[in-house]
């Protein structure tokens, strides 16, 4: 829960915008286009999971929504504004970039302090945040002497510092422990049960699939879906049926015959797609073909992600060793 002194006045006034439109926007960095052509916007009240592959533009786009990098052409706008031209910094959007992008002689305390003061936010907000993040205890530790999910966990602090209604956090997952992960989550979907907005970006679907309920997912540049992560989820839901059987052969040549498609594996079993399995059990009963194993799976969220960005993936590993 949040601290009973935690500010909210930007989120409860209702004033301050907290839609994220992006218009058409395109990102050339030389020959290389990073973002292509973007067009989505991000709501309240939601977390919104941003998803694509290595290399597929998602830092280049925040980049682009917080005004640090300017597009090519098209817009990204928060609240119906370039996010550089807003006066209002951190109480206005909260960003988790780069962990790393951190002042190592520092600590954590002074770090904070620092933006508060920039940010004309009040210093009590600074031990407010660590105490929120779990890093009361390091306040006066050099962040050189961080390691990774503890720099993310500062970094999250301030995102959180000018309690705005609007949060980014690029990959904030990378380096958390189980803990950190579970209080991470726990973490997004009350501020945007709060009403705020929150975009997190991932290149991994496990980690979104228990956080977000909204999902933009890009591939090379391109917006190759926009939509809740239960629709996300019906694209994917291709029933397979998974047959174990002594007489994999005869079974496989029957299938084939009904339409199936029938793919062998390992220990006798077989994956088939296009019939049920109340169909497979009738016709392997109606040809007196012992079964062992006749189960139904649907193809999971990470499946439906790959299958939908197979095409977009820029970095492929080649065979294992
Ligand atoms: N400053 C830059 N100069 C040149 N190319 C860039 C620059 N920033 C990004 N790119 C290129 O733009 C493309 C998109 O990169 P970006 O970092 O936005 O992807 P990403 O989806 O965040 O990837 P990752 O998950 O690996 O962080 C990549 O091909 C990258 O090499």
Excluded at 106 to 116: E, F, I, K, Q, V
Excluded at 241 to 269: C, F, I, K, Y
């Amino acid at each position: 829960m949040w601290p009973t002194a935690r500010c909210r006045a930007g989120v409860a006034d209702g004033t301050v915008g907290r839609v994220i439109e992006v218009n058409e926007l395109t990102k050339r960095y030389g020959g290389t286009t990073a973002v292509n052509g973007l067009t989505f916007t991000v709501s309240p009240g939601h977390v919104t999971g941003f998803l694509g592959p290595n290399g597929a533009g998602k830092s280049t786009t925040l980049r682009l929504i917080l005004g640090l990098n300017k597009p090519t052409t098209g817009s990204a706008t928060v609240d119906g504004r370039v996010f550089r031209d807003r006066p209002r910094g951190l109480r206005h959007v909260g960003a988790l970039l780069d962990a790393h992008d951190v002042h190592g002689g520092r600590t954590a305390a002074a770090h904070l302090s620092a933006l508060a003061r920039s940010n004309g936010i009040a210093r009590r907000r600074v031990d407010e945040v660590l105490r929120e993040v779990g890093l009361a205890g390091a306040a006066r530790r050099r962040i050189g002497g961080f390691s990774l999910g503890m720099k993310q966990r500062l970094g999250i602090a301030a995102a959180l510092l000018g309690d705005p209604p609007v949060l980014l956090f690029d990959e904030p997952i990378n380096g958390l422990d189980p803990e950190g992960v579970l209080w991470v989550r726990g973490l997004f979907r009350q501020l945007a049960a709060e009403g705020r907005t929150v975009f997190v970006s991932s290149h991994l679907m496990s980690e979104m699939e228990n956080t977000a309920d909204q999902l933009i997912v890009i591939g090379r540049g391109e917006l190759i879906a926009a939509e809740s992560v239960a629709e996300f989820a019906a694209r994917g839901t291709r029933l397979s049926v998974t047959v174990r059987t002594p007489d994999a052969a005869a079974l496989m040549a029957v299938l084939t015959a009904e339409g199936a498609s029938v793919e062998p594996g390992g220990e006798e079993s077989l994956t088939v797609t296009g019939l049920s399995a109340a169909r497979i059990g009738e016709l392997a009963s109606h040809h007196r073909i012992v079964l062992h194993e006749l189960a139904t799976r649907s193809s999971s969220l990470e499946e439906a992600f790959m299958e939908l960005t197979a095409d977009s993936v820029e970095y492929l590993a080649g065979e294992p060793r």
